[in-house]
């Protein structure tokens, strides 16, 4: 089968089937380093948006963080 006549079967597929296949092509290629650091970062945003929910952590104004970054590459 050629990557042409994937590529029409592909687009065929509702969003959500195209989804799964980003997936399944995206798993196939990661190596088990890769899936243990995406596990990571997972896990670390979900603990960000508990302690946030639970008032635990403060969210900051984007505008504020980037002017900040800027002004501390100036340096």
């Known amino acids: ?4 006549t994937i590529r029409n079967e592909m687009l065929g597929l509702p969003p959500e089937e195209r989804m799964k296949l980003i997936d399944l092509l995206w798993d196939s290629l990661s190596d088990p380093e890769m899936k243990a650091r995406e596990a990571a ?3 670390e ?3 960000r948006i508990d302690a ?3 008032g635990k952590l403060q969210a900051r104004d984007a505008n504020a963080v980037f002017a900040e970054l800027r002004n501390s590459l100036r340096k």
């Open 1 to 4: 089968m050629s990557i042409a």
């Open 52 to 54: 946030f929910d639970a």
């Open 41 to 43: 970062w997972a896990s």
């Open 45 to 47: 945003s979900e603990q």
